[in-house]
């Protein structure tokens, strides 16, 4: 089946710890995004990609970083830098030509 | 102010009942505009694009107005599977067109 996978599906991470979040895409999809959801909030973009080895920072990107070595993947890491790192994350991939994004189930991350 | 806005709602509607979400966006330069619908603790989900015609898929009913710069979802006919919070989401127009969301409105639809 095509479509976007994540994970972990739950993660915990003490203070100070860097952890990272996995995408996958077999779309065939050349960009891919990463957003955050807090309660009562509309999505945020933290970076996005759109072509391998290329990304740019999104509206939130600090505390955060990535990378797009492969055209399927498309990892972010949530560095201890990370003021408020607790939230829903999700990841996506657009098809150009109609302008669509589709989304992977998330990822929610919890700092303890 | 907030690029997109929506009303949070929630709206609390019976089964059978037409309800109608609207969606103000503020970048007169937008071009493309989309609902979502996410249900709780899930991704969001397209549920159609929205075109300057106005576009219809079943009992849901985009319409865009340029001129006021907003978007509104007619859903008839409600069902107890449509509560859910809808996303208005515009595409910003730069490198990379960006999505922009809206916070969503829940809607609850009760039998």
């Known amino acids: 089946d095509g479509g976007i996978t994540q994970s972990p599906k739950y993660l915990f991470r003490k203070e100070g710890q860097n952890v990272t979040l996995s995408c996958e895409q077999n779309?065939?999809?050349?960009?891919m995004y990463w957003y955050r959801q807090d309660p009562g909030q509309g999505l945020r973009l933290i970076y996005y990609?759109?072509?391998?080895?290329?990304?740019q920072k999104g509206d939130i990107a600090e505390g955060y970083s990535v990378s797009r070595e492969k055209k399927e993947s498309f990892p972010l890491t949530v560095t201890s830098a990370q003021k408020n790192p607790t939230a829903f994350y999700l990841c996506?991939?657009?098809?150009?030509?109609?302008?669509?994004?589709?989304f992977g189930p998330g990822t929610r991350l919890t700092v303890l | 102010r907030k690029e997109v806005e929506q009303d949070p709602g929630p709206f609390n509607v019976p089964e059978g009942a037409t309800v109608a979400f609207n969606c103000t966006y503020s970048?007169?330069?937008?071009?493309?505009f989309f609902w979502y619908r996410q249900d709780c603790r899930k991704e969001p989900k397209l549920l159609m694009s929205v075109y300057s015609s106005g576009n219809e898929d079943g009992r849901f009913t985009a319409q865009l107005n340029r001129a006021s710069q907003y978007i509104s979802l007619l859903i008839r006919d409600s069902k107890l599977s449509d509560s859910a919070t809808y996303l208005c989401v515009v595409i910003r127009m730069e490198y990379g067109n960006k999505l922009v969301f809206g916070a969503g409105t829940i809607l609850r639809v009760k039998s």
């Open positions: 996506a991939s657009m098809h150009r030509a109609t302008d669509t994004q589709y």
């Open positions: 779309l065939n999809h050349d960009a």
């Open positions: 970048n007169s330069a937008s071009q493309s």
């Open positions: 990609s759109q072509i391998v080895n290329d990304f």
